[in-house]
């Protein structure tokens, strides 16, 4: 009994350490995690939240250990987010940001360096998605990782060139499954057009796209127009432009359909002239909207000729697309998607393999 009872005692004792060790919290403001994208400061009660309102955002980290959990605020949020998350390049893997501790490999992975992504599938477009306090975002507080896990710092490389899409539904991925709208579970954001394009063309690349949003029209949630949103991520959060902007393209006039030509080229002119003035050198992709022949098109191809600007490409879309590669007639379905890439990796490929590293300078 003797011998059980000191077995026993040491056994125990052993297991204190483990059992005692705490895990270790990143918060969402580490030097060691590194975002993509529009991502906003919250101040939380002892902590500094980061905050997106857009699908395709993206948070990096470079860990050890073989556990990691996401930490999520849901206070407030009425309307549910999704996320795809993925290690060392692996496979996606779909989560709904339904609990404030989420963890993304319960069965564990191998012991080593690991590199996790994050890429935001869908916001929902129902709920209010811009003004404090947000009813349809993601606040992130940070990760959860083993005991004696170490981070390093995960920046994405500017050995890549930053191409930034701006534009409605279509391009956030809302209604790319399914023809209803708005709802997470039909969206998906790295299916559209723009995420299978950024890929193709090796850029680092975000959407920056709301559902109803047009030069002139509000997007859902109340997001205001294009030329009143772009400087923001969020209503009192600006955004970041120390971050070089190589490219960006705006597929916009969609949901600008029952405004004249005149009022739409004002606005839309209005907008070039803002992203102008916070990325100067940055070469703008002025896109036809699918079905342009609709959409003022036309006015898209008559303002890249007004403005007079070299760095303001006009990009014909025309013929990309037959309607069963819509799901409604308006937004592309999955197989339109990837048809609608592949004309626009052709159309941006000669400018974008031009780029060189510190080339642009905002």
Not at 167 to 177: A, F, K, W
């Amino acid at each position: 009994m003797l011998r059980l009872a000191c077995l026993y005692l040491l056994i125990s004792t052993l297991a204190v350490p483990r059992l005692m060790a705490e895990a270790v919290h990143v918060s969402a403001t580490d030097s060691a995690v590194s975002y993509v994208g529009r991502w906003g400061a919250i101040e939380l009660p002892g902590q500094t939240a980061m905050a997106t309102i857009n699908s395709s955002c993206q948070i990096y980290l470079n860990f050890t250990g073989q556990h990691v959990a996401g930490l999520f605020n849901l206070g407030g949020i009425d309307y549910l987010a999704q996320i795809y998350v993925k290690v060392d390049g692996g496979d996606w893997v779909l989560f709904t940001i339904d609990h404030s501790r989420i963890e993304f490999f319960p069965a564990g992975i191998p012991e080593g360096r690991h590199q996790l992504e994050i890429a935001v599938k869908a916001i929902d477009g129902n709920g209010d998605r811009w003004l404090p306090p947000l009813r349809s975002a993601i606040v992130f507080e940070g990760f959860e990782l083993d005991a004696g896990a170490k981070v390093e710092p995960s920046s994405r490389s500017r050995q890549r060139p930053f191409l930034q899409f701006i534009g409605d539904s279509i391009t956030q991925g809302e209604g790319i499954l399914h023809v209803d709208g708005g709802a997470v579970i039909n969206s998906d954001g790295i299916a559209t057009y723009a995420w299978l394009t950024g890929e193709a063309l090796g850029t680092t690349h975000v959407q920056t796209a709301f559902g109803g949003q047009g030069v002139l029209r509000s997007g859902s949630g109340n997001v205001p127009p294009a030329p009143l949103s772009f400087a923001w991520n969020f209503s009192g959060s600006p955004a970041d432009f120390s971050v070089i902007t190589d490219f960006i393209l705006i597929n916009l006039g969609s949901n600008d359909q029952p405004y004249s030509s005149d009022e739409f080229i004002e606005a839309y002119i209005r907008l070039v002239r803002e992203i102008r003035k916070r990325c100067p050198r940055t070469v703008i992709f002025a896109m036809r909207p699918f079905h342009g022949d609709h959409y003022h098109g036309d006015d898209v191809a008559k303002i890249a000729k007004l403005m007079a600007d070299p760095a303001i490409i006009y990009i014909d879309s025309t013929g990309w697309m037959e309607e069963s590669d819509f799901t409604d007639g308006a937004h592309p379905n999955v197989a339109g998607s990837r048809k609608a890439a592949a004309h626009l990796v052709d159309a941006l490929k000669p400018y974008v393999s031009r780029w060189k590293p510190g080339a642009i300078s905002n």
